[in-house]
């Protein structure tokens, strides 16, 4: 299963580090994504690391601002997130999946095959 931690409330333009971690199974097997959902909105992707860590996708909206990594030896990935706003606050979820769709730039849910628990991110302003 997965793990989503690291979420907090934090100020504008404050700094939070989310992990994902992995138990039962190895994260060397999969692309792992970060998806969010915030109240009445439909879940969103985030962001996106392949198995090997050489390609990467940000959405628009968190380009810039956050930063996804892997460390396949402690079998976790992290979220990075930096200048924080209002907008961020949502429920984080990580996905593990053999690889992720990007379709028309936007990361899509095709073939997850885990979902973490989600970790709750609150910006305030």
């Known amino acids: 299963q997965l793990q989503a931690f690291g979420g907090g409330l934090v100020q504008t333009g404050g700094s939070l580090r989310l992990s994902c971690a992995a138990s039962g199974f190895s994260l060397d097997d999969y692309a792992i994504g970060w998806f969010r959902q915030a109240p009445g909105k439909e879940r969103e992707g985030v962001s996106c690391?392949?198995?090997?860590?050489?390609?990467?996708h940000y959405e628009d909206t968190v380009e810039g601002r956050f930063t996804i990594s892997r460390d396949n030896a402690k079998n976790t990935v992290y979220l990075q997130m930096n200048s924080l706003k209002p907008e961020d606050s949502a429920v984080y979820y990580c996905?593990?999946?053999?690889?992720?769709?990007?379709?028309?730039?936007?990361?899509?849910?095709?073939?997850?095959?885990?979902w973490g628990n989600g970790t709750q991110v609150t910006v305030s302003s």
């Open positions: 690391i392949s198995i090997s860590g050489m390609n990467i």
């Open positions: 996905a593990a999946a053999p690889q992720f769709t990007i379709g028309e730039g936007r990361l899509t849910e095709f073939g997850v095959d885990y």
